[in-house]
């Protein structure tokens, strides 16, 4: 059974740094897609970035530049550093895993979902 645990929420202020975590088990991360999705109160879930098996990535424009995906394979768990937070970055952060297409943004695609991290940017 796959799980996902997400970390690394917080509030901070534009321009900012925050770090997320994702520890997976039942699955392992280094040999299959996995993505961060983000989802406002009263919003879809969007797909923010995502890596497939061999370290490729896809980004969303509006975080392209700010935001970076990896893996730690020792440790089994997904990150995404975010750098230079905007206000609309706020929302509640998702990990995903199992997608039925590797490297989409569409959330509709994944199987697996963590619990969410808030994190919320102040102007």
Do not use: H
Not at 1 to 13: C, D, F, R
Not at 88 to 93: I, L
Not at 94 to 104: G, H, I, R, V
């Amino acid at each position: 059974q796959v799980q996902l645990v997400e970390s690394g929420g917080g509030s901070v202020e534009a321009g900012g740094s925050l770090t997320l975590s994702c520890v997976a088990s039942g699955y392992t991360v280094s040999r299959r897609c996995m993505g961060w999705f983000r989802q406002v109160a009263g919003g879809e879930r969007e797909g923010v970035a995502v890596v497939n098996e061999y370290g490729s990535t896809v980004y969303a424009d509006s975080v392209k530049g700010r935001f970076t995906i990896s893996k730690d394979i020792a440790k089994n768990t997904l990150y995404l550093e975010m750098n230079t937070l905007k206000p609309e970055d706020t929302a509640m952060y998702y990990c995903a895993a199992e997608p039925t297409y590797c490297l989409s943004l569409t959330n509709r695609y994944y199987r697996n979902w963590g619990q969410g991290t808030q994190v919320t940017v102040s102007s």
